[in-house]
């Protein structure tokens, strides 16, 4: 389509552009909003009030100061129009009522992805994507190194973690939400994958309290969370799980056998080449009869028909270059496995939508 000279394009086409153009250049402050909301606590304070509140009891329950109230309304005016937060009229021309969408189901009570935030909207992250058009035009850094992360900050992610131990909790606090919840629903929906084993050993499981999950609903599995020393270190506790053990190693090198591996979000922090080398010594760990590797990641592509998620795919892709990490479709993985000398009788599950479970035989 050639661009229409501006005297051609009607008012309201102009408009329609215009507000594109600015709801992209300050879409970021969409993101601090919401961090804003969390830290202040709103989304819990108007679901301890049942699930409305007015500005008032927003203001008094988050310790707003009075004089800062007007400028509350317009980050919960913010949020409104971008759907996290409702609003009704009160009842007999009282005070407008906020109250908390579906978004906010993952915000608030059981099944809460809160710790996300946080680590989402961290100044380390966020200030790694100022350096894209440096990296863009910058010589190739050899495999696995030169991330927007280690330009911006003259480490990896994981070297931060292991020397900033406020990252590192933010990093595993985001990660155990994730996990908690992904696996409680893949456990509902789909138990059978957990079910004839005996053991396993989650690599790069963190905190441990995905492997706790799954630990808790097979207490017959004989769980292994393995990560790296200073993760086991600093956040690691199995208390209360007798068939949960924490092993500090590097995955690059070995991994503790078992009957199955579980990587989850490993795989997207890594290009093609580190993937078929974390697969190798996932295939030495596991029996070359009965064993599999659970591969707990996105799978782009799939059927769904939303545009919004289509945009999440997008936005998740982006987002994970800044460790040079990737989210794949279905033939980027299979090439990974099959370099990794795996069979293509891979079995992939979409747990939710893209969010799947996949599981890879040697
Ligand atoms: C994106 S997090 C995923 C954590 C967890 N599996 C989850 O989904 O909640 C990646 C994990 O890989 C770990 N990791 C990074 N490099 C590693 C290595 N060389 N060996 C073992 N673990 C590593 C990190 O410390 C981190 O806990």
Redesign the pocket.
């Known amino acids: 389509m050639t661009l229409k000279l501006l005297a051609e394009v009607s008012p309201q086409e102009l408009l329609s552009g215009l507000a594109e153009l600015q709801n992209h250049l300050l879409g970021y402050v969409k993101s601090m909003s919401l961090k804003c909301a969390v830290d202040l606590g709103i989304p819990e304070a108007i679901h301890r009030r049942g699930g409305t509140a007015t500005l008032a009891d927003i203001a008094a329950d988050t310790n707003v100061h009075p004089a800062k109230v007007a400028d509350l309304q317009r980050v919960l005016e913010l949020l409104t129009a971008s759907g996290i937060f409702s609003t009704a009229a009160g009842e007999e021309g009282g005070a407008v009522l906020y109250g908390l969408t579906t978004t906010c189901r993952f915000l608030v009570g059981w099944h809460n992805l809160t710790p996300m935030v946080p680590f989402l909207v961290n100044p380390l992250v966020v200030s790694s994507f100022f350096s894209m058009p440096d990296w863009f035009r910058s010589e190739p850094a050899p495999a696995g190194a030169g991330s927007l992360f280690e330009l911006t900050h003259g480490c990896s992610q994981?070297e931060m973690?292991s020397k900033d131990t406020e990252f590192n909790s933010v990093l595993?606090g985001s990660?155990?939400a994730?996990?908690q919840v992904f696996l409680e629903v893949t456990i509902a929906g789909n138990g059978h994958i957990f079910g004839g084993l005996g053991s396993l050993v989650d690599?790069?499981?963190?905190s441990g309290a995905?492997t706790k999950v799954i630990a808790r609903a097979f207490p017959h599995i004989k769980c292994t969370v393995?990560?790296?020393p200073h993760?086991i270190g600093q956040d690691a506790d199995g208390a209360g799980h007798e068939n949960l053990q924490f092993i500090a190693?590097?995955?690059?090198e070995s991994i503790p056998s078992a009957d199955a591996v579980v990587l989850?979000?490993?795989l997207h922090?890594w290009d093609h080449e580190d993937c078929v080398k974390i697969l190798k010594r996932c295939k030495e760990a596991i029996p070359a009869r009965g064993g599999k590797v659970i591969i707990i990641d996105m799978v782009r592509g799939l059927e769904h028909g939303e545009k919004k998620i289509t945009e999440m795919e997008a936005i998740q892709n982006l987002f994970m270059m800044y460790i040079n990490g990737v989210e794949r479709n279905e033939s980027e993985w299979k090439g990974i496995f099959v370099d990794a000398g795996f069979s293509d009788d891979y079995k992939i599950m979409s747990v939710l939508g893209p969010y799947s479970v996949i599981e890879i035989y040697p």
């Open positions: 994981w973690g595993n990660m155990a994730d996990s690599v790069g499981g963190g995905g393995m990560d790296l993760v190693g590097d995955m690059f989850k979000n490993i922090d």
